[in-house]
C-alpha cells in the first residue's frame, strides 16, 4: 500500500483544519515543508471561549504565513451535534459527539466550504494514518503512537471522505510533534491540548443538558436488577452504564449503573459482575470501504475509544431501523459496560473497516 501523502505540487492548494493546538499548527508547517500551498480553516462551533480561540489560530496564522478562513457553523452543529447529543442522553443512551462531529461538520460541511473555494482536500493533526490500496481506495489505518490514536473517532466516516483527507501526525509520536512545534518557533503560541468534547469545558454534563431543556427532568427510582428499589435519581441523563459514582446507595461492595430505562425512567443497578455482556446488538452500520462484508465473520471489536480491541464474530440479524439489516456482535470473552448509543468499532489488524452503534 502507499501512504495517501502527494508529493509537492501535485495538489495546488491544501486546507487545513485549525484550532490553534499543537497538532493542526505542525501539520500547517509539515505541509509547507513539502512545499505545499496552504489554506487553515477554523471551525465556529459552540466553543465557549470562541473568540479567544479565532484570536489564537489568526495569530498563528499570520506566523506561518498563511491564509485563514472563518467557518461559522454555529447552527448546523446545534441542529446536528448538540440536539442529537441532548436527545440521545434524554433517551438513556450515551452519545458520541466527536464521531458524530467528524461525519456531520469537519469531513461534511467544512470539506465542502473548502470545495466551494477550490480546495479539495483538507488536512487535519488526527493521529490516523490514510493510505490507498491498489485499487485507489482510501484505508484508514491506527496511528502509530498507541497512546494518542484516534481512528475510533473517524469509524463513521464514508469512502467518499477519506478520499480527500490528509493526516500528516499519523506516523509520528506526540513527543515527536512537540518537538517539530519547538523547531518551528510554535512553543508558546498553540494553546492547550485540545478537549475531546469541545462544547463540555468549563461545565458537566448534567449542567449542559439542563440549559438545553424547556422543562427540568423528571426524578425517578434507582432499581436493583432484581427490581427492588433502592433510592431516586434527579433524571436519567445524569447516568451511564458502568457509573459508579453519584448513586448514594452504600453497600459492602459498590453498586454500578448496568441499565437505563427511559420508558419506566428507571435506573438499574447491579454488581460488577452484571456489566458483564457477552454481546451485543448493533444498528447503522457503516463501512468505510463502500459495501458491508459478507456475515458471519471475524473482526477485534472496540466499543469504546480507550477499549482495547476484542476478538468478536459479527453476525446478520433481523431489519433494523429502515429496513436496513441490524448486526449482533458476539464478544469471544464477555465485555465490561457496554454502553447504548457509544459506537462499536470494527477492525482488522490496525486498520479500521466499519461500525455501528451499540443499542443493547
Known amino acids: 500500500m502507499q501512504e495517501n501523502s502527494p508529493k509537492p505540487g501535485k495538489t495546488a492548494r491544501i486546507g487545513v483544519a485549525m484550532s490553534g493546538?499543537?497538532?493542526?499548527?505542525?501539520?500547517?508547517?509539515?505541509?509547507?515543508?513539502?512545499g505545499v500551498s496552504v489554506v487553515g480553516f477554523f471551525m465556529a462551533l459552540a466553543q465557549p471561549d470562541l473568540e479567544a480561540q479565532i484570536e489564537r489560530v489568526r495569530n498563528i496564522a499570520r506566523y506561518l504565513g498563511v491564509e485563514l478562513a472563518v467557518i461559522d457553523l454555529r447552527q448546523e452543529?446545534?441542529?446536528?451535534?448538540?440536539?442529537?447529543?441532548?436527545?440521545?442522553?434524554?433517551?438513556?443512551?450515551?452519545?458520541?459527539?466527536c464521531a458524530v462531529c467528524n461525519r456531520l461538520i469537519k469531513f461534511g460541511l467544512l470539506l465542502e466550504a473548502a470545495r466551494l473555494r477550490g480546495i479539495e482536500e483538507l488536512a487535519t493533526g488526527h493521529y490516523v494514518r490514510i493510505e490507498r490500496d491498489a485499487a485507489g481506495r482510501a484505508r484508514l489505518r491506527r496511528g502509530l503512537d498507541p497512546r494518542k490514536d484516534q481512528s475510533y473517532f473517524l469509524c463513521r466516516l464514508e469512502q467518499r471522505q477519506l478520499a480527500r483527507i490528509r493526516t500528516p501526525l499519523g506516523a509520528r509520536s506526540k513527543d515527536e510533534v512537540y518537538r517539530l512545534a519547538a523547531?518551528?518557533?510554535?512553543?508558546?503560541?498553540?494553546?492547550?491540548?485540545s478537549q475531546d468534547v469541545c462544547f463540555l469545558q468549563n461545565t458537566t454534563i448534567p449542567e449542559f443538558l439542563?440549559?438545553?431543556?424547556?422543562?427540568?427532568?423528571?426524578?425517578?427510582?434507582?432499581?436493583?436488577?432484581?427490581?427492588?428499589i433502592l433510592g431516586r435519581h434527579q433524571g436519567i441523563s445524569r447516568y451511564t452504564i458502568g457509573q459508579r459514582r453519584g448513586l448514594g446507595i452504600p453497600d459492602a461492595t459498590p453498586y454500578y449503573v448496568v441499565a437505563l430505562d427511559p420508558e419506566t425512567n428507571r435506573v438499574v443497578v447491579g454488581k460488577d459482575h452484571d456489566l458483564l455482556r457477552h454481546s451485543v446488538r448493533l444498528v447503522e452500520e457503516n463501512w468505510l470501504g463502500g459495501a458491508?462484508?459478507?456475515?458471519?465473520?471475524r473482526f477485534e471489536v472496540q466499543i469504546r475509544y480507550h477499549h482495547k480491541p476484542v476478538p468478536a464474530t459479527l453476525e446478520a440479524t433481523e431489519n433494523g431501523?429502515?429496513?436496513?439489516?441490524?448486526?449482533?456482535?458476539?464478544?469471544?470473552?464477555?465485555?465490561?459496560?457496554?454502553?447504548?448509543?457509544?459506537?462499536?468499532?470494527?477492525?482488522?489488524?490496525?486498520?479500521?473497516?466499519?461500525?455501528?452503534?451499540?443499542?443493547?
Open 183 to 193: 523547531g518551528f518557533g510554535l512553543a508558546g503560541r498553540h494553546g492547550s491540548e
Open 77 to 97: 452543529f446545534r441542529h446536528r451535534v448538540l440536539d442529537y447529543f441532548t436527545a440521545t442522553y434524554r433517551a438513556g443512551r450515551t452519545p458520541n459527539p
Open 292 to 297: 458491508g462484508p459478507e456475515l458471519p465473520a
Open 210 to 228: 439542563a440549559r438545553q431543556a424547556e422543562n427540568l427532568e423528571p426524578a425517578g427510582e434507582i432499581v436493583a436488577v432484581d427490581g427492588r
Open 321 to 360: 431501523p429502515s429496513g436496513r439489516r441490524a448486526l449482533v456482535a458476539r464478544f469471544d470473552e464477555p465485555q465490561r459496560a457496554v454502553t447504548p448509543g457509544q459506537f462499536a468499532a470494527f477492525y482488522r489488524g490496525d486498520e479500521l473497516l466499519g461500525s455501528a452503534e451499540m443499542v443493547g
Open 21 to 34: 493546538g499543537v497538532d493542526s499548527s505542525v501539520t500547517v508547517r509539515l505541509l509547507q515543508e513539502e
